[in-house]
Every structure is written in structure tokens, then in C-alpha cells.
């Protein structure tokens, strides 16, 4: 008499029904198991997302930042700077970017109107920028070309210069004193938001520091504020995500044929961060899924010893099923299956505590966490795939019971 896998699956669950001690030890293992890799793998997830977001913010996959090479000796000669003029010729011999800006920093910057002093950072930069940071102007306009051949006297400044200097008046047209030089503001920029969930010195709006920055023409800067004012770093846009590799290498190939093959300059893009990136995450996962997987092969350990014990105690039952007509492979599809059940269980209630806690975990990691149904299926699979490797060896020893011997047994 055959055994249907129905009839399988309703026996496998009354065993589980009538012995609930037993089998809540059982799947103990399974539960923390599959826990483990939900909870892995929603950090995983979100600290990738995180990252791609706080990118996304600076620029996006297809920026590439220049600046000095803090690992090259300079005692070997060599400077990590560039004039306006290489800055432009660099610039045709890349028509393929999308954008470029080049900027110089004015660290110490005091900007004062009517009795009123904001000290922040301000910038000489290119009409590019905005491009280049994923960031627009919210008010009025940017700097444009025109400010670059005149170097004119204007100034874009950011949201909080705005608010402490200007208070609720507009502060398009109106000047303003920046390090001894009147500037015409002509821009106010987007407030730039982007919350972290993490604790310490990183909560809040991490980059509220942005909000402070001014803007002004490269050329002004170079030509009206004194000191030898050279460009140091640069950035540059691909038009793509999958051009800016390539455009990575080109680039450093000009800046090492204009600094005569040294390298004084660092040539960065983001997707070759994003690179970086996953590659830590794969070792991060990797090391905690193989102290989850030790987990699960202790629980997949302790399953199997109780299904062979589960086998001894049931040895008549066995011996009667293979009496009356029942297949060796009936038996053996029987003990699999009911093995199978008791991980799947595990793996179902790992995945319901996983995510549950998830919000838990986060707060007290204070790092975020993202779950996806990608999660689900690894997780469930996982735990499937447990049963089917311990549960063979005890399915084989049903299966292969001798009929009269297992008769025999009290």
C-alpha cells in the first residue's frame, strides 16, 4: 500500500502535534538559525541602501573627485595644484563628461551684512557645480560663465547663511561683505536634508554643513582675494554610471601627462567606492551567515539525532506499514518529508522573529535596516535545505528496516 506525500505531510504533523515538546526543541535551532540570516542580511540591505542614498545626495554613481595624493612623496617634486587655464584645457580633452567643476576653498570665511556676521566656508567654483553635487538653487540663479570671464562680484549662499543674515527679507540683489570684498548675492541654494539613523556626532542632518557654504565665481576668487590662489581639487561628471570607470582611467592619464608622470593627484569615482563597497559587504556577510550556518548545522545536527531516535521508538509502526503493502521509498518519503516539515516550521518562525525584531535590533545598533522579499526566500530555502541534508541519513534507516525484524519490536 503506497503512501500518498499528503498522507505524509498529515502524518508528519500529528508526530509534531502529539511530541510538542520535542519538536519545539527540535526547531529551536532552526528558529535562531533563520533569525540570524534575516537580521544579517536586512543590515546588510540597509546599510547599502543607506550608503547609495548619501551618494546619491553627493553627486550620484557617475561623479569622479580629484584631489591631492596624500600617499605620493612630494619630496620628489611636484605639485598638487592647477591653473584656470589647465583646468579648461582638461576640460576639452573630456567632451564626453557631462560636467566638470574645479573649486578652491576659502576656509576662514566672515560674511557680514548690516552688523550681522556669519563665519563659514566659501568657494570658488565653476558653473558646473551644482551638477557635480546633485544640488539646485532655490532661489534666483548660479554662477554662469559670464561671472567667470568678468569675474564679477556675486555670491550664491546656502540656506542657513540665508535665514541668520537675511532673516525673512529676500536676499536676491542685495550685497553683502565677504573677507573685505562687496559680493551681489544672486542665488540662495536648496536646503540640503539628508537624515541619518545613526547615533552620536552622526545623528540628525548630516549634511546641514552644506547649508553654510557660499559660492563665488573661481576667477573672482583667484583674481580679487590675494594669496596664490591655485585649484586643488576638481570634480567631474560622467554621463553615466557605466562611462564613469573609464572616464576615471582618462582622466588620470591626462593629470599624469600634465604633472609630467607625477602622481600628485588622486582620481576617484563613485562607482569604484560602490565596487569597494560591495566587496565589504560580501566579507562583512559572509562572516556573519557562516556563524549563522554553524547554527543551523547544530540545529540540523540535533534534528537528525531525534529523527533516528524518533525511528527506534516507532520501529513496529514501520514494521506493520512495510506488512501490509508500504514501499521502502513510502518509508523513507515519509521520514524525509516529516524532517523537511519540522525545518520548514523553524525556518517560517525564524523569519516571523527575524522580522519582528528587526526595529529592535536597529534602534540598538542605531544603524538602519532593510528588509526584502529576496530575504524571505534565502531564508526559507535555507531552512528547507536543512531537513533534505539531515533528514536522508535517518529516511535511508526507515526505509531500510527489515520487515519481520522491525515486527518484532516492543
Known amino acids: 500500500m503506497a ?26 535551532g532552526i528558529v535562531l538559525g533563520v533569525m540570524c540570516i534575516m ?9 547599502n541602501a543607506s550608503t547609495l542614498s548619501w551618494m546619491e545626495e553627493r553627486g550620484g554613481a557617475s561623479k569622479i573627485d580629484v584631489y591631492r595624493n596624500w600617499d605620493y612623496d ?12 589647465e583646468v579648461t584645457r582638461i576640460r576639452e ?48 540663479r548660479f554662477i554662469n560663465n559670464l561671472d567667470i570671464r568678468e569675474n564679477s562680484n556675486v555670491i550664491v549662499i546656502g540656506s542657513y547663511v540665508a535665514r541668520d543674515l537675511f532673516g525673512t527679507q529676500n536676499p536676491i540683489g542685495r550685497s553683502l561683505n565677504l573677507n573685505g570684498n562687496m559680493m551681489q548675492v544672486v542665488g540662495v541654494m536648496e ?18 554643513y552644506m547649508n553654510e557654504q557660499s559660492f ?29 570607470l573609464e572616464l576615471q582611467k582618462k582622466l588620470d592619464g591626462i593629470l599624469l601627462n600634465i604633472k609630467r608622470g607625477k602622481a600628485v593627484f588622486r582620481v576617484s569615482s563613485a562607482q569604484e567606492q560602490m565596487e569597494q563597497m560591495k566587496q565589504n559587504a560580501q566579507i562583512f556577510s559572509m562572516i556573519f551567515i557562516l556563524i549563522a550556518v554553524i547554527s543551523l548545522f547544530v540545529g540540523g545536527i540535533v534534528i537528525m539525532n531525534i529523527m533516528l531516535a524518533s525511528i527506534k521508538e516507532r520501529t513496529r509502526e514501520i514494521g506493520v506499514r512495510l506488512a501490509v503493502g508500504a514501499r ?28 519582528s525584531i528587526l526595529d529592535l535590533v536597529s534602534g540598538f545598533l542605531k544603524m538602519p535596516m532593510q528588509a526584502n522579499p529576496n530575504m524571505i526566500m534565502a531564508a526559507l530555502l535555507v531552512s528547507v535545505g536543512v531537513g533534505l541534508l539531515f533528514g536522508i541519513a535517518p529516511a535511508i534507516k526507515a526505509g531500510n528496516l527489515d520487515p519481520v525484524i522491525a515486527l518484532r519490536e516492543e
Open 3 to 28: 503512501i500518498s506525500l499528503r498522507e505524509s505531510l498529515h502524518i508528519g504533523i500529528a508526530d509534531i502535534m502529539t511530541r510538542k515538546v520535542r519538536s519545539s526543541v527540535t526547531i529551536l
Open 39 to 47: 537580521v544579517v542580511l536586512a543590515i546588510i540591505s540597509g546599510m
Open 74 to 85: 612630494f619630496s620628489k617634486g611636484g605639485y598638487a595644484s592647477l591653473s584656470l587655464s
Open 93 to 140: 580633452m573630456i567632451p564626453e563628461a557631462k560636467a566638470l567643476n574645479a573649486q578652491i576653498d576659502i576656509w576662514d570665511a566672515l560674511l557680514r551684512y548690516r552688523g550681522k556676521d556669519y563665519p563659514g566656508t566659501a568657494f570658488g567654483v565653476m558653473p558646473d557645480y551644482p551638477i557635480a553635487e546633485n544640488w539646485r538653487v532655490a532661489k534666483g
Open 191 to 208: 536646503e540640503k536634508v539628508w537624515i541619518s539613523e545613526g547615533g552620536g556626532p552622526w545623528a540628525g542632518n548630516v549634511l546641514a
Open 216 to 244: 563665488i565665481p573661481i576667477s573672482t576668487l583667484m583674481n580679487k582675494f590675494g594669496g596664490d590662489k591655485m585649484i586643488t581639487s576638481m570634480q567631474v561628471m560622467a554621463n553615466s554610471p557605466n562611462q564613469a
Open 328 to 355: 521502502r521509498i513510502d518509508i523513507f518519503t515519509q521520514f524525509l518529508v516529516q524532517t523537511v516539515l519540522i525545518t520548514a516550521l523553524g525556518g517560517v518562525l525564524g523569519i516571523v522573529l527575524g522580522f
